[in-house]
């Protein structure tokens, strides 16, 4: 039995005796609701059309049918219209999709039925017991996020069971678990866990689409992270994860692609939009609307200014928080979203969607702020509320531990780029600070490897960025030689103690604090196995020990979490000094004569109120050592990081105001005021 349904919500929704379906095409004159049978049978449903959303009701169906839905409408690729009922679509809404591509001429010919080779969409319960587990609600400066995939976290760790291993189960498995709570891991970005497509040419290729930049729906979980092959266990398992990490304290940031969708280039198949209302969904050039205007590099770009658009990306994101628990997000090329009508603008339709909506007031609103168009590197132009993955922090602290001279732009990344966010009325929580990321070299490669190599990617190596360059101390890769090893160690310490000593956000990425290696792989967009997988069996005790210490430290210290930036002229001591070889304050021409070593001492005071003790933080960029002379004002120093002699107790002595220190080449060393337990991060 049918019924007209309601025109509103948009998806597929069960109540029970029912599924009420609606979708939004503002250019179609008919649309078919599909019922599928497991035997491949085909039940057609005329939809009712109301403001241009076309719905229906139908009894009797629930949670894992399968569906999908069939347009007519106009077919003129010249004007920018691609309806075909012979194509299969996939439901923008749908809250789980069943099966992947299987690639055939039918998905892009016009007139050929797409069914047979089409992901289904599903029907789902929204039913789970949350248990009474709360969010954990972090304070973003006392955040340390650890950017991971769920496939290649546990794909090969030994103490999770075999069937959950690479799985959302995985992830949520105490032996996992247990390893975040260890690092001091406070929230986890997850790689895109949206349904997504492995495109063709990969599978040509046979290789996939591991990084999962390409989704289809930006409502269902990718199913193939699901232990069981049900059609929706996907939405359930992925629930029980989040569950599973808030009850350890942990947060889920997703890493979500709004700015362009699965079905690619012009040619490409039609799967979802395409075939609904290819011109309210993507950027066409003025004039040419057989030419995407395509800012991503990826095929096509989502039309963002375009209300139904809007609508979606809102939806979707207020679904993940209220229904699936996830506590933030991490927009990848977000200045796409800007780009309502072409130009950048900072007041878009979308982002002033997202700042008012009263759902997502508390969640983390993370930027990658760049595309590929015009004017497209936009760091520090996100509003209030946004913080933002810092590429000037990645690029200034790589060059400054390569030997550039760049000690002015190092001290603004270390005080948390106020130079940045200050002008705007932002605080350091805006910047999200990171050396690697999943694009590009691992920290360990980053170190090792001056030259990427992407040849298992099928490109013959001109895939991945070249400015990753970094130093092989004259062997490229693994080395028996102990001297070129402890040089990478000591610069990986070095880039660790950058990273988590600074104010700001840190972001981690996952497996660095294992010794993590690609291979020289810069690129592993397309390598689902053990090049980009967690190899557990050869866990690098010195970075793991590095990154524990450090996150304590950082921890223990209120002074390295500040929520606002150093005052000018605060009352009392002033809450940042900085300081010469000599102890002397640093004037202006000595930021210019192309030093590499710097001392800043920090108050242990923010806007006046003592927050814990001060401290020193030494940073010596130069090939050789130095002996540092401390700043007079503080009567005894103990240092407790030196990232040269990592463990070496030596360095606990009391050292008073005027002493000199010896600070290794290539090294940072922190040092506190005297107080009780001198020997705790030892």
């Given at each position: 039995?049918?019924?007209?349904?309601?025109?509103?919500?948009?998806?597929?929704?069960?109540?029970?005796?029912?599924?009420?379906?609606?979708?939004?095409?503002?250019?179609?004159?008919?649309?078919?609701?599909?019922?599928?049978?497991?035997?491949?049978?085909?039940?057609?449903?005329?939809?009712?059309?109301?403001?241009?959303?076309?719905?229906?009701?139908?009894?009797?169906?629930?949670?894992?049918?399968?569906?999908?839905?069939?347009?007519?409408?106009?077919?003129?690729?010249?004007?920018?219209?691609?309806?075909?009922?012979?194509?299969?679509?996939?439901?923008?809404?749908?809250?789980?999709?069943?099966?992947?591509?299987?690639?055939?001429?039918?998905?892009?010919?016009?007139?050929?039925?797409?069914?047979?080779?089409?992901p289904k969409s599903v029907v789902v319960s929204d039913v789970f017991d949350w248990g009474g587990v709360a969010r954990p609600h972090?304070?973003?400066?006392?955040?340390?996020?650890?950017?991971?995939?769920?496939?290649?976290?546990?794909?090969?760790?030994?103490?999770?069971?075999?069937?959950?291993?690479?799985?959302?189960?995985?992830?949520?498995?105490?032996?996992?678990?247990?390893?975040?709570?260890?690092?001091?891991?406070?929230?986890?970005?997850?790689?895109?866990?949206?349904?997504?497509?492995?495109?063709?040419?990969?599978?040509?290729?046979?290789?996939?689409?591991?990084?999962?930049?390409?989704?289809?729906?930006?409502?269902?979980?990718?199913?193939?992270?699901?232990?069981?092959?049900?059609?929706?266990?996907?939405?359930?398992?992925?629930?029980?994860?989040?569950?599973?990490?808030?009850?350890?304290?942990?947060?889920?940031?997703?890493?979500?692609?709004?700015?362009?969708?699965?079905?690619?280039?012009?040619?490409?198949?039609?799967?979802?939009?395409?075939?609904?209302?290819?011109?309210?969904?993507?950027?066409?050039?003025?004039?040419?609307?057989?030419?995407?205007?395509?800012?991503?590099?990826?095929?096509?770009?989502?039309?963002?200014?375009?209300?139904?658009?809007?609508?979606?990306?809102?939806?979707?994101?207020?679904?993940?928080?209220?229904?699936?628990?996830?506590?933030?997000?991490?927009?990848?090329?977000?200045?796409?979203?800007?780009?309502?009508?072409?130009?950048?603008?900072?007041?878009?339709?979308?982002?002033?969607?997202?700042?008012?909506?009263?759902?997502?007031?508390?969640?983390?609103?993370?930027?990658?702020?760049?595309?590929?168009?015009?004017?497209?590197?936009?760091?520090?132009?996100?509003?209030?509320?946004?913080?933002?993955?810092?590429?000037?922090?990645?690029?200034?602290?790589?060059?400054?531990?390569?030997?550039?001279?760049?000690?002015?732009?190092?001290?603004?990344?270390?005080?948390?780029?106020?130079?940045?966010?200050?002008?705007?009325?932002?605080?350091?929580?805006?910047?999200?600070?990171?050396?690697?990321?999943?694009?590009?070299?691992?920290?360990?490669?980053?170190?090792?490897?001056?030259?990427?190599?992407?040849?298992?990617?099928?490109?013959?190596?001109?895939?991945?960025?070249?400015?990753?360059?970094?130093?092989?101390?004259?062997?490229?890769?693994?080395?028996?030689?102990?001297?070129?090893?402890?040089?990478?160690?000591?610069?990986?310490?070095?880039?660790?103690?950058?990273?988590?000593?600074?104010?700001?956000?840190?972001?981690?990425?996952?497996?660095?604090?294992?010794?993590?290696?690609?291979?020289?792989?810069?690129?592993?967009?397309?390598?689902?196995?053990?090049?980009?997988?967690?190899?557990?069996?050869?866990?690098?005790?010195?970075?793991?020990?590095?990154?524990?210490?450090?996150?304590?430290?950082?921890?223990?210290?209120?002074?390295?979490?500040?929520?606002?930036?150093?005052?000018?002229?605060?009352?009392?001591?002033?809450?940042?000094?900085?300081?010469?070889?000599?102890?002397?304050?640093?004037?202006?021409?000595?930021?210019?004569?192309?030093?590499?070593?710097?001392?800043?001492?920090?108050?242990?005071?923010?806007?006046?109120?003592?927050?814990?003790?001060?401290?020193?933080?030494?940073?010596?960029?130069?090939?050789?050592?130095?002996?540092?002379?401390?700043?007079?004002?503080?009567?005894?120093?103990?240092?407790?990081?030196?990232?040269?002699?990592?463990?070496?107790?030596?360095?606990?002595?009391?050292?008073?105001?005027g002493t000199r220190i010896r600070v290794p080449h290539r090294s940072v060393v922190a040092l506190r005021a005297e107080g009780p337990?001198?020997?705790?991060?030892?």
């Amino acid at each position: 039995m049918t019924g007209p349904g309601r025109p509103h919500p948009l998806g597929a929704h069960w109540h029970g005796a029912g599924t009420r379906f609606a979708v939004w095409s503002g250019v179609a004159t008919g649309v078919h609701l599909c019922l599928l049978g497991d035997d491949g049978t085909e039940e057609r449903i005329p939809c009712r059309r109301t403001d241009g959303v076309w719905h229906v009701e139908v009894a009797g169906v629930g949670p894992g049918q399968r569906y999908g839905y069939r347009v007519d409408g106009p077919w003129d690729p010249g004007a920018g219209h691609r309806c075909d009922p012979a194509k299969l679509l996939v439901d923008p809404y749908a809250r789980a999709i069943d099966g992947e591509v299987r690639w055939d001429r039918a998905l892009h010919d016009h007139g050929a039925d797409s069914a047979p080779f089409a992901p289904k969409s599903v029907v789902v319960s929204d039913v789970f017991d949350w248990g009474g587990v709360a969010r954990p609600h972090h304070r973003l400066e006392d955040s340390l996020i650890y950017e991971v995939h769920v496939k290649g976290a546990t794909a090969l760790h030994p103490d999770v069971p075999p069937e959950l291993r690479g799985t959302y189960g995985g992830v949520a498995h105490p032996a996992f678990v247990s390893h975040l709570r260890s690092l001091g891991v406070t929230a986890v970005e997850l790689l895109p866990v949206h349904h997504f497509v492995h495109e063709q040419r990969l599978v040509d290729l046979g290789l996939r689409n591991y990084w999962g930049y390409d989704s289809l729906g930006w409502f269902a979980p990718h199913q193939d992270y699901a232990r069981g092959d049900g059609p929706t266990d996907q939405v359930v398992e992925f629930k029980a994860m989040v569950r599973a990490l808030h009850d350890a304290g942990i947060e889920v940031v997703l890493d979500v692609v709004y700015n362009h969708t699965a079905e690619a280039g012009i040619d490409g198949p039609v799967l979802s939009w395409r075939g609904l209302d290819h011109a309210a969904h993507y950027r066409t050039v003025p004039g040419d609307p057989m030419r995407y205007d395509d800012v991503t590099g990826t095929g096509n770009t989502v039309l963002p200014g375009h209300p139904n658009v809007i609508r979606t990306v809102m939806d979707s994101l207020r679904y993940w928080v209220t229904e699936m628990g996830v506590d933030g997000f991490r927009f990848d090329l977000a200045m796409a979203m800007m780009r309502d009508h072409g130009p950048v603008d900072p007041g878009a339709s979308l982002l002033d969607a997202i700042g008012q909506d009263p759902a997502l007031a508390e969640v983390k609103l993370i930027a990658e702020p760049w595309d590929l168009g015009p004017d497209g590197y936009g760091v520090g132009r996100f509003p209030i509320g946004w913080s933002e993955w810092n590429g000037r922090f990645r690029d200034t602290v790589r060059d400054f531990w390569r030997g550039e001279r760049v000690l002015p732009d190092l001290a603004s990344r270390l005080a948390g780029s106020s130079d940045i966010y200050r002008p705007a009325g932002r605080a350091p929580r805006a910047s999200v600070n990171f050396i690697t990321s999943h694009d590009g070299f691992p920290l360990a490669d980053l170190v090792s490897y001056d030259r990427k190599h992407n040849e298992a990617n099928g490109e013959d190596n001109r895939d991945g960025d070249d400015h990753n360059r970094s130093w092989n101390h004259g062997v490229e890769g693994p080395t028996d030689d102990p001297e070129i090893a402890e040089a990478r160690r000591r610069t990986r310490r070095a880039f660790l103690a950058t990273l988590l000593l600074s104010q700001g956000v840190p972001l981690l990425l996952g497996g660095d604090e294992l010794g993590r290696t690609q291979g020289g792989n810069n690129n592993g967009y397309a390598q689902d196995n053990e090049v980009s997988w967690f190899d557990w069996s050869d866990v690098d005790g010195d970075a793991f020990d590095t990154v524990r210490t450090l996150v304590r430290f950082r921890q223990e210290h209120r002074a390295l979490r500040r929520d606002r930036f150093f005052e000018e002229a605060p009352e009392g001591a002033p809450e940042v000094e900085w300081f010469r070889l000599d102890g002397e304050p640093m004037h202006p021409e000595d930021w210019q004569d192309g030093r590499r070593t710097v001392t800043l001492r920090l108050s242990g005071g923010v806007g006046g109120e003592p927050v814990g003790e001060p401290l020193l933080l030494i940073v010596n960029g130069d090939g050789v050592g130095h002996n540092v002379r401390l700043p007079d004002g503080v009567g005894v120093w103990i240092p407790v990081i030196d990232t040269a002699n990592p463990g070496a107790r030596a360095r606990s002595r009391r050292c008073g105001s005027g002493t000199r220190i010896r600070v290794p080449h290539r090294s940072v060393v922190a040092l506190r005021a005297e107080g009780p337990g001198e020997d705790r991060y030892l």
